[in-house]
């Protein structure tokens, strides 16, 4: 039986997390009880599986036109895996809801979410790879920078867009990693480099790459598709 998960379930959703991602149990107890908090997590105990759905609006040029919900931290205790329990939390998550937004980590994970609906691909700048002795820390910022994220962000045809708890939960979990914020990034530490997500275009966007999140649109959006959409800083 799936349910929505409340704070008593706490110390399962923990077990759950640290066992399907690998992380540590302070970083799995301050995610979960970020989730809880800001999010709906969807909960099936019998498959040790659960997954969160966190609020997120699609706007064309800054107008608000559609709500949403971004996808994340699917994740099925290993003893679990592979009895389509993952499957079954997604189309929880579809029952009355505009749209769904993932980013996939892995080529394998696109195919999987692929052959559940989520078939429209959504550009998201990728991450650089910055050495340690490249950032300046005394640049960092001391708090997120949500505004100038959202205007920025309005600037796009169409632009998935956090609301401010949520972006202030990306700064929270990347001071969490021992990470700092140097606009246009939000860089993580990860053996001798940085790895830096952009919050927005950076000034020279012709050195912009891209990959891909995925959507899948219960509310047809015509007209969106790869090259006219964006959205920054998956949570992953």
Known sequence: MIRKANH?????????????F?????????????????????????????????????????????????????????????????SMLLEMAARDAAFLLLFPATAELSRFYRKRGFSTSVSVPAPILAEQSAISPENRLQQAPYMTYRERAGQHQYAFIWSEPLFDFAYREC??????????WFCYPAEKRFVCKPYMIPEKPGTTSFVQALGRFLVPVPGLHEKNSIFFLPLD
């Not at 099936?44 to 931290?73: D, I, N, W």
């Not at 001071?175 to 246009?184: D, N």
Request: charged share 15%; net charge positive; hydrophobic share 40%.
């Open 175 to 184: 001071m969490f990693r021992s990470g700092l914020v140097l606009p246009p």
């Open 8 to 20: 008593r379930d706490q110390a399962a959703l923990r077990e759950i997390w640290g066992a399907a």
């Open 22 to 86: 690998g992380d540590g149990p302070d970083y799995a107890a301050f995610v979960t009880a970020q989730c809880l908090e800001k999010g709906t997590v969807l909960y099936c105990p019998e498959g040790r599986s659960m997954l969160t759905l966190f609020p997120l609006s699609l706007a064309c040029y800054g107008k608000m036109m559609l709500q949403g919900y971004y996808v994340y931290g699917v994740a099925t205790h290993p003893v679990q895996q592979h009895k389509g329990f993952s």
